[in-house]
Every structure is written in C-alpha cells, then in structure tokens.
C-alpha cells in the first residue's frame, strides 16, 4: 500500500494536543488492513521524520441516537487509531495557523 492509503487524517483533541507537546507522540486514523511496521514506514515517508514506537488500536463503532425520537438510529462506523512516538523531529499538523 502507498503511504497516502495508510495514513486517513490526524486526530486533533485536547489529548492528542498535550501529547505532541509534551510527550512526542501524535495521534492518527489509519488504513484499518495496515499493520504497524506499514504505518512506520508511512509516517517517516510522509513527514521526514524518525519513529520510535508505533501503538494501534481497534476502535469499536457505535451507536447514537437520533435527536427527533431518541431511539437508536445513527452507527458510527469502527475505524483503526495509531499513536507513533517520534524519536527525534515534530511534525507540523498545521502550518501557517495562528
């Protein structure tokens, strides 16, 4: 697979935030077929950088609820979550902002 299947989009939270700040690791969708040495290699090609470590989970879908009648309507699909620590480097999610 190319990088660009592997890596969806960054996950930007409060918690993805401290952690890129302060502990090095950065939070990714991914290609759920992907296994870790795939989203390593897609990573260092796509942002230049050197990866440490590479942790994945398997995120459940769910269910919501429909805001008119409250009952369960709307499933949310399961999807695969990688956290990759950096050994040296950072990546910029958002250039030029603020």
């Known amino acids: 697979m190319h990088w660009r299947e592997i890596i969806r989009r960054p996950v930007v939270t409060e918690k993805s935030s401290y952690q890129a700040t302060q502990l090095r690791q950065y939070v990714f969708v991914v290609n759920a077929k992907a296994n870790k040495i795939q989203i390593k290699h897609a990573i260092e090609n796509a942002f230049d950088v050197t990866v440490g470590k590479v942790r994945v989970a398997n995120m459940p879908a769910k269910l ?5 009648t409250r009952r369960m309507r709307i499933r949310k699909s399961a999807y695969k979550k990688a956290v990759v620590t950096l050994d040296e480097g950072s990546i910029a999610l958002f250039e030029g902002v603020g």
């Not at 919501?64 to 008119?68: E, T, Y």
Request: aromatic share 0%.
């Open 64 to 68: 919501g609820r429909s805001n008119r």
